[in-house]
C-alpha cells in the first residue's frame, strides 16, 4: 500500500516547508494588514484567530489539498452515517448521536438508536430531579447531598473536567467527588468527611470490569455498609453507568438503577453519554441539554462547514503543519480560565489514547510522526511556571489559547483595571510576544547593555491560536469538546491510523493482574519476570 508520505499534497507540503522556513510572522503580518481579520473562522459559537501561524495561503491550500486527497470528508461522513469505522474492534464510532435531537435518525445495523439515546437521557433527568430536589431518600430516610463518582479514564475525565467546568451553574447544597485512582488514598480523602447516610455513589464504567473502578467500588460498598449496616442499603445509594447489565448486576446494583450506554461510544468519548450523569446531578437537566446542544452545533458545523472555514479541520491541519513538517513533538492548549483547570488533562485521553498509534489501518508501520504530546495548564499560573521555555527554549511548541470575553465572576478593582481585563489582556499579551518578540536592535535600542542583549531578545515566530468565546456556558462547552474531538478525528483520518482503540493500554493491564498475586501470596511465588522487576518485587514483598 502506498503511504501518505508518497501523495502529492504530502509532497508539496514538505517542499513547501523547506521553501517557507525562513518566513517571519512578523514578515507575513507586514505584507498583509488584513490578516489577523482574514485569517479567522466562526463555526458554534467559537471564533478561532489563527493568523499568528507560520502559514501563508498556500500552505493553507496545500494543507486543504492533503485533508481532501488523504478522504477526511469520506471518513467523517462514515462516521456520522454510523459506519463500522473502528475497524479494529468492529464498532460504530456515533459520539455524535449522543447529541442528536429527538427525531434524528441514526442507524446502526439497523436500528435507529436516537430513540434510546434519549429514553436514557429522560431516565437519567428523572432521577437527577429527585436527587437535587432531595425526593430520592437514602437508606435512613435522608435525602442525598453527596455525589462520589467512582471511575477511570473516560469514565472520570470528562465528568470531572466538566464538573469543574460549569461549577457556575452547579447546585451548590450537592458536594461531588471524583474517585479515580486505585491508591487508596483518593477513595479515602474524598470520603473522609462525607457522611454514608447522604452520599449517593455512582460506579461508572464502560465495561464495569476495570481493576481501579471495581477496587474503588467495592471498597465504597464497604465504607457504606459499615455505617449503614444493612445490605439493602445499596440499592438507595448506588447507581451504575455502563454499557454490561450482567457485571452490575453480579455486583449488586438493581438493574432498576443502571443507565446504560453502548458499544459505538468510545470511553474517552463518553462524557455526554449517561456517563456525565455525575455533571447531570450538579448542573440540573436543562443545563445537560444545552451542554448537548452545544456539542451538536459544532457537530453541524463539522459536517457541514467548507473545510476553508472549518474549525476543527483548521485545527487538526494546522496542528498537523507542525507535527509533520516542523518537527513540533508537542502542543500545548492554555485555557484562561480558572473553570478550565482540568481541560488539558481531558484533551490528554482525549488526544493521545486516541491518536498514540503508529500502525496505519492497514497494519503498515507508519513512516511518518503521529499524535502529539498533549499538555497545558490554565493561564496565567503556566506563564509563571513553563512559558520561559515557550519563549526563549530550543523547541518549537505550537498552543491554542482559550479565553472569554465575559467573565463568570466579575470582580472590579478600585481603580485599577477589573481581573478579568487582567486575565484577558494577558491572553493577547502573550500570543503577541509569541508572534513578534523582540529583536536584538529593539533591546540595545532600550539601552540594554551589549552583553545582555541576547538573553533579552525574543526570536517570535511562535506559533498559536486563539479561540475566543462570549461566556462559558454549557453550551460553550459543549461545542469547545466537539471542536477537539473533531480535531483529533481530522488528524487521525488523515495519518490513516485508527483513533477509536486503545490497545497500547493492555499489555500493562494484563501484566498488573499477573503480578498482583505475587505481591501478597504467602509463600515467595516463583518470578519469571526479568531481573529488575523480580528484584523489586522481592524487596516490596519483604518491607510492605
Ligand atoms: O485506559 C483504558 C480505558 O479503556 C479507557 O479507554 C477508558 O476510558 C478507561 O479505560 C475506563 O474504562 P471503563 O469505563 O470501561 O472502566
Redesign the pocket.
Known sequence: MPTITQLRSWQDLTAHAEATRHLHLRDLFAADPTRGERLSAEGAGLYLDYSKNRVTDETLTLLLALARETGVEARRDAMFAGEKINVTEGRAVLHTALRAPAGATVMVDGRDVVPDVHEVLGRMAAFADQVRAGTWLGHTGRPLRNIVNI?????DLGPVMAFEALRHYAQRDLTLRFVSNVDGTDLVEKTRDLDPAETLVIV???????QE?MANAQSARAWLLAALGDESAVARHFVAVSTNADAVQKFGIDTANMFGFWDWV???Y?MDSAIGLSLMLAVGPDRFRELLAGFHDMDEHFRTAPLEGNLPVLLGMLGLWYNNFHDAQSHAVLPYDQYLAYFPAYLQ?LDM?SNGKHVTLDGQTTDYQTGPVIWGQPGTNGQHAFYQLIHQGTKLIPADFIGFCQTLNPLPLGDGAPHHDLLMANVFAQTEALAFGKSLDAVLAEGVPADLAPHRVFDGNRPTNTILADRLTPHTLGALIALYEHKVFVQGAVWNINSFD?WG?ELGKVLAGKIVPELHADAEPELQHDSSTNTLIRRYRTRR
Open positions: 471511575g477511570i479514564g473516560g469514565s461508572s464504567s464502560k465495561t464495569f470490569t476495570t473502578t468510545g470511553g474517552r463518553s485521553q489514547e486503545q493500554v
